[in-house]
Structures are given as C-alpha cells and as structure tokens.
C-alpha cells in the first residue's frame, strides 16, 4: 500500500494568513494526488486534483504543487470558511489511500 | 444536479452483515465507477473500494473477505455489504461518485454504529 502521511496535523492560523500543508507519499505517485476539505459534519469537498488543478467552482485562493512524493496544498489568505480539515488523496494504485488529515483552527 | 443518498440501519450487532444503499438522481449510474469510503467517528476517511457496473470491483485487501459492492441499475443504486462486523467497523459510510479517479459527489454520509 501507498502510505500519504501529512503534517502538520493540526494547524493554527488567522484569517488573512497564508497556510501550507504537506502531504508525503511513501513511493512515487506521479501528479496522482487530490486535496479534500471536510467540515464537521459534511462529506469531503474536492478542491485539487492531478497535484494542482484547481476543481471548477473552488477559489483561487487554494493551490496545489508537487509531484512524485511531495506535495503541498496552499491557502493564500485564509477565509473564516477555511478552517476545517483538509486531506490528500493519492490514485496512482487501485487501493486509493488518504492522508491522515489535518486540522486547520483558529488561532 | 447529481445527488447520492445512503440509507440503511443506523445499529447493527456483532457478527452481523452491514447492508446499505445509495440512490442516485440527477445522472446516469451505469457509465460512472462508485466508491464506499468511511470515516470512524472523530477519524480520518478510510478507502474501501471501488466498483462499477460492468467491471470487477477492486476492494481494500483488508476487507476483501468480508465485503461486496454492487450496483442495481433499475434502482439506480449502489450496495454496500460488508458481514461479521465488529465494533471497529463503526463510522460514518460515504458513498461517492467517482470522475477522473477519484470521489467528485458524494453522499451526505450514514452513521452505522455496531452494537450489541
């Protein structure tokens, strides 16, 4: 199995900051890694696929890079709508696996 | 609009056999793959497979034995069993559609506690 392990886990932040999580995979996945927000009580959302298309509808402000086995997700300017947990998705095998999420909060 | 909704008993006992379903609307459910994917409660999402209409699902290894996904295109639904639930196969259960690989919609979710 493809292991993703993200850091930091938990994240404390101010509205207007610029916020960067990474997500880590244990072999190469190429560009096949998309990035999820989840709010308590909601499915996950995508907002990145392919390692840095933005998905349609999502704002600019998030952004994606990377590719083999580093990757990292970017909000530039931090909303009140952003704090939530964010994890990465890898789907270079069969076995799709997740990243452990991390937890953006309110500093 | 696609919508996905899952339904089933929210309690199920030890050993027993888990049984859900998710009803599409708003798209066609027989050209799309379908994922079930869960999340323990105060966890991370866990992948449990993937399946389609005409194609072999492809499981998580550590589920294999015991799950089966399916889809019923004259109820326009997916299916989740998965038998001999224990505790730790308590979570929320996510049915999601899958475009490009990956999840695109996704249901509202269904907590599924097992309990005796």
């Known amino acids: 199995d493809i292991q993703l392990t993200q850091s930091p886990s938990t994240l404390s932040a101010s509205v207007g900051d610029r916020v960067t999580i990474t997500c880590r995979a244990s072999?190469?996945?190429?560009?096949?890694l998309a990035w999820y927000q989840q709010k308590p009580g909601k499915p996950p959302n995508l907002l990145i696929y392919q390692a840095s298309s933005l998905e349609s509808g999502v704002p600019s402000r998030f952004s994606g890079t990377g590719s083999g086995t580093e990757f990292t997700l970017t909000i530039s300017g931090l909303q009140p709508d952003d704090f939530a947990a964010y994890y990465c998705l890898q789907y270079k095998t069969y076995l799709r696996t997740f990243g452990q999420g991390t937890k953006v909060e309110i500093k | 609009q696609v919508q996905l909704q899952e339904s089933g008993p929210g309690l199920v006992k030890p050993s027993e056999t888990l049984s859900l379903t998710c009803t599409v609307s708003g798209g066609s459910i027989s050209i799309y793959y379908w994922s079930w994917i869960r999340q323990p409660p105060g966890k991370g999402l866990e992948w449990m497979g993937y399946f389609s209409y005409s194609g072999s699902p492809n499981y998580k290894p550590s589920l294999e034995s015991r799950v089966t996904m399916s889809v019923d295109t004259s109820k326009n639904q997916v299916s989740l069993k998965l038998t001999s639930v224990t505790a730790a196969d308590t979570a929320v259960y996510y049915c999601a559609r899958l475009s490009r690989g990956i999840p695109d919609y996704w249901g509202q979710g269904t907590l599924v506690t097992v309990s005796s």
């Open positions: 072999q190469s996945i190429s560009s096949w």
